[in-house]
């Protein structure tokens, strides 16, 4: 039993090292890869983009919507990768600068993937000119072109250069007028297709991380959402809700866990707005309270499960009075969202 266990261990320290069996240097997918080439000046811009334009070929046929798959694809690399970080932020884990980054601005994300979706119909990309070669056979002109700007100006694309760039590809090759439209959107798509990369370099050295770091650790709650700690997290539970614009009806936080009342907008999923929640608050205690960090390291501030209803069979008023009634909750001016002592 001995030479398979150690064969497993050091499996797992070589693919944490991101490295193969033969310890050869591991190489990500070239998907997973930022978009990142030599940096360009605004006349180097202007002559990669007339030789991209030669070497552009397109094919006559119509073909199905790959933008809107992409899309969702990295949808769901951003949210694995949200998810990941914000369990390891939970967990008192260093957390790299890229990945406080996505943890921050992950709603902004979320908008832009909304409206991407949105400003693309499911019938226009498919009218749109479509390459016939090259790594990005298939998909449109147009969007090879943004991928390419992204590439050669490190994501810091502005009037001037993205004006000089189309300019210069159409002093050899006009472009239609609908690829000239379909511009601004192809650079949004561009841009969260250059972020998934990122985020997916995120997860891998997060998920290496945890290979080197296994121990088996359980979730746990403990009754630790006494003042202040209730208080702060009511704050905190106020200002994410502000900022998507998601409507505190009404709460109560208990010891060990938290009822409320929202009124959710459309565009914001419960299960985004409960990450939301767990994620921040879960980083601003345990970075605030000496206390609760040497309590929660390398665990859960809160456990996984949660509970979603909506007030289709039962009155508003009824959950209310069910709020109101929990526990024997401290009187003060936040009536409607109340801390027990």
Same mark, same amino acid.
């Given at each position: 039993?001995?030479?398979?266990?150690?064969?497993?261990?050091?499996?797992?320290?070589?693919?944490?090292?991101?490295?193969?069996?033969?310890?050869?240097?591991?190489?990500?997918?070239?998907?997973?890869?930022?978009?990142?080439?030599?940096?360009?000046?605004?006349?180097?811009?202007?002559?990669?983009?007339?030789?991209?334009?030669?070497?552009?070929?397109?094919?006559? /046929?119509?073909?199905?919507?790959?933008? $809107?798959? @992409?899309? +969702?694809?990295?949808?769901?690399?951003?949210?694995?990768?949200? !998810? #990941?970080?914000?369990?390891?932020?939970?967990?008192?884990?260093?957390?790299?600068?890229?990945?406080?980054?996505?943890?921050?601005?992950?709603?902004?994300?979320?908008?832009?993937?909304?409206?991407?979706?949105?400003?693309?119909?499911?019938?226009?990309?498919?009218?749109?000119?479509?390459?016939?070669?090259?790594?990005?056979?298939?998909?449109?002109?147009?969007?090879?072109?943004?991928?390419?700007?992204?590439?050669?100006?490190?994501?810091?694309?502005?009037?001037?250069?993205?004006?000089?760039?189309?300019?210069?590809?159409?002093?050899?090759?006009?472009?239609?007028?609908?690829?000239?439209?379909?511009?601004?959107?192809?650079? /949004?798509?561009?841009?969260?297709?250059? $972020?998934? @990369?990122? +985020?997916?370099?995120?997860?891998?050295?997060?998920?290496?991380? !945890? #290979?080197?770091?296994?121990?088996?650790?359980?979730?746990?709650?403990?009754?630790?959402?006494?003042?202040?700690?209730?208080?702060?997290?009511?704050?905190?539970?106020?200002?994410?809700?502000?900022?998507?614009?998601?409507?505190?009806?009404?709460?109560?936080?208990?010891?060990?866990?938290?009822?409320?009342?929202?009124?959710?907008?459309?565009?914001?999923?419960?299960?985004?707005?409960?990450?939301?929640?767990?994620?921040?608050?879960?980083?601003?205690?345990?970075?605030?309270?000496?206390?609760?960090?040497?309590?929660?390291?390398?665990?859960?501030?809160?456990?996984?499960?949660?509970?979603?209803?909506?007030?289709?069979?039962?009155?508003?008023?009824?959950?209310?009075?069910?709020?109101?009634?929990?526990?024997?909750?401290?009187?003060?001016?936040?009536?409607?969202?109340?801390?027990?002592?």
């Amino acid at each position: 039993m001995t030479l398979p266990i150690v064969s497993w261990i050091r499996a797992a320290l070589l693919r944490a090292a991101g490295r193969d069996r033969n310890g050869n240097p591991h190489q990500p997918p070239a998907d997973s890869i930022p978009l990142r080439a030599e940096l360009f000046s605004g006349e180097q811009l202007q002559r990669y983009a007339r030789t991209l334009a030669d070497q552009h070929r397109l094919d006559p /046929r119509r073909g199905r919507n790959r933008l $809107l798959a @992409r899309l +969702a694809e990295n949808e769901q690399v951003l949210v694995q990768t949200y !998810d #990941l970080v914000t369990a390891a932020e939970a967990r008192g884990l260093r957390v790299a600068p890229a990945g406080e980054w996505l943890l921050d601005n992950y709603y902004l994300v979320e908008q832009q993937i909304r409206m991407a979706k949105l400003h693309l119909p499911r019938t226009y990309s498919r009218e749109l000119p479509r390459l016939s070669t090259g790594p990005l056979a298939g998909f449109p002109r147009v969007y090879d072109i943004a991928l390419e700007l992204i590439a050669h100006v490190d994501g810091r694309v502005d009037a001037e250069n993205l004006g000089g760039f189309v300019a210069a590809y159409q002093s050899v090759t006009p472009l239609t007028l609908g690829e000239l439209w379909a511009v601004p959107i192809m650079l /949004r798509l561009a841009l969260i297709e250059n $972020l998934r @990369r990122v +985020a997916a370099g995120i997860a891998r050295r997060r998920t290496h991380q !945890d #290979l080197a770091k296994q121990g088996g650790r359980s979730t746990f709650i403990a009754s630790v959402l006494t003042n202040p700690v209730g208080k702060r997290v009511r704050d905190l539970l106020r200002l994410i809700c502000t900022s998507l614009e998601v409507e505190i009806k009404q709460g109560h936080i208990s010891r060990d866990h938290i009822h409320m009342l929202v009124s959710v907008p459309p565009y914001v999923s419960v299960s985004k707005l409960v990450q939301r929640m767990k994620g921040l608050t879960s980083r601003r205690l345990l970075q605030e309270n000496r206390g609760l960090n040497k309590m929660f390291w390398g665990r859960h501030l809160w456990a996984r499960g949660y509970f979603v209803a909506s007030t289709g069979n039962v009155t508003e008023e009824v959950i209310g009075r069910y709020i109101a009634e929990q526990g024997n909750m401290e009187r003060d001016q936040d009536a409607d969202f109340k801390v027990e002592p």
